[in-house]
């Protein structure tokens, strides 16, 4: 069993000395002004999707700002206009667990100890997600005090279609949200637009991206002393439009909740289909698209994510990568959606009937020959 102290010197030493080149160095740019730490996830034509070595770079440098004595708060926020981060490098980790890589192993682990960093660091953490925010980029957003969502705002966990599930703390984030959202945008990978990010809780805070640049320089002048989670929600605050749109699934609501509480996926979509409005039968028609091993692994890994602690989830889902890992649907999805692009996917198996529980359950088992990823904090 291996067990993280995230705050560990030990720890932090051995991802420093892994730290990529200084030509990779370019993938993340950090900046300090005043007491404002900022991160910029600088790869805007890969839309800032996150690979290794820019985890490798962004945790050591979140740990120094940790002991800082004159960091206040951190500012992360992605290059371009037109993405925070559109999700995690999939395709090289595809590459890495084919050609017998260890990139693939690395990568799970160490996004997922980062992950609980965010979600556990003691300075306030502003994620400016102006742009398609998918996957990985919910990891690196999220589980922050702070999200700052626009109208150029695309949020989704898309990870059905691609044969996995929604990980990066998506088990602890999802079920969470009111009513049966989590698992409606879990399942379907459903799309949120703009306001809809702040109405569904995914955002703590809605800005007209006009203004993005101006919050940002508010926020950078502030003296450590003002660096308050209060101080900082009075000047999101103050950018927040006075009319903002209304929640565009505001009429779907009471559909969500009284379908998606399904005892089952099939249940789901009898439900669905005994609704009979069209926006339930559109939810039946993206579903049947989404791998049914992914549907039925997501639906329990959300059950059991909303009994679990924010740690213990990592754990489960450290987990549960390895066994997507070993299947056939990843790989397929990965295929049909990012490769071939033929939108096709051969699932195996292709229909939810032919997933028993037996089935379900290997996937929140331990791997054999590899340790558990346990992740606590400690007192400093």
């Known amino acids: 069993m291996l067990r993280l102290n995230v705050r560990s010197p030990t720890f932090l030493s051995q991802v420093i000395k892994r730290t990529m080149s200084s030509t990779a160095e370019s993938e993340v740019l950090f900046d300090c002004e005043n007491a404002a730490r900022i991160i910029t996830l600088n790869r805007p034509k890969a839309l800032n999707a996150l690979n290794l070595s820019m985890v490798r770079q962004i945790y050591p440098k979140m740990k120094e700002w940790m002991i800082d004595e004159n960091a206040g708060l951190v500012i992360i926020k992605g290059a371009g206009d037109k993405a925070f981060c559109a999700g995690g490098d999939v395709l090289s980790v595809i590459q890495s667990a084919k050609s017998g890589g260890s990139i693939h192993k690395e990568f799970f682990r160490e996004e997922y100890i980062l992950n609980y960093l965010i979600g ?60 049966k959202l989590g698992m409606f945008l879990a399942l379907t990978g459903y799309r949120l637009k703009g306001a ?139 295929r049909a959606i990012l490769v071939d692009k033929d939108r096709n996917p051969k699932w195996n198996p292709n229909k939810l009937e032919d997933i028993s529980p ?16 346990i992740l606590y904090e400690s007192v400093i």
């Open 120 to 179: 556990t660091y003691k300075l306030p953490y502003i994620a400016l997600i102006d742009g398609i925010t998918m996957g990985g980029g919910c990891g690196l957003s999220i589980h922050g005090k702070f999200r700052v969502a626009t109208e150029r705002t695309l949020l989704a966990m898309p990870e059905t279609a691609l044969g996995l599930f929604p990980d990066v703390g998506g088990s602890y984030f999802l079920p969470r949200l009111p009513g």
């Open 358 to 373: 037996e089935d379900v359950n290997k996937y929140f088992s331990a791997v054999y020959g590899v340790e558990d990823l």
């Open 196 to 334: 809809d990010v702040f109405h569904s809780g995914l955002a703590t805070h809605y800005i007209e991206s006009k203004n993005i640049s101006e919050v940002e320089n508010e926020l950078k002048i502030l003296p450590k002393a003002e660096c308050s989670e209060q101080k900082i929600d009075k000047v999101l605050r103050k950018f927040t439009p006075k009319n903002v749109p209304e929640f565009s699934l505001k009429s779907n609501l009471e559909t969500i909740n009284t379908t998606f509480n399904g005892k089952s996926v099939e249940n789901i979509i009898e439900k669905l289909q005994a609704k009979g409005d069209e926006f339930s039968k559109k939810q039946v028609n993206e579903l049947m698209k989404m791998s049914p091993t992914s549907l039925k692994v997501t639906f329990q890994q959300l059950m059991n994510g909303s009994v679990s602690n924010f740690s213990s989830i990592f754990t489960m889902e450290h987990r549960m990568t390895y066994h997507f890992l070993d299947g056939n649907d990843f790989y397929e999805g990965c």
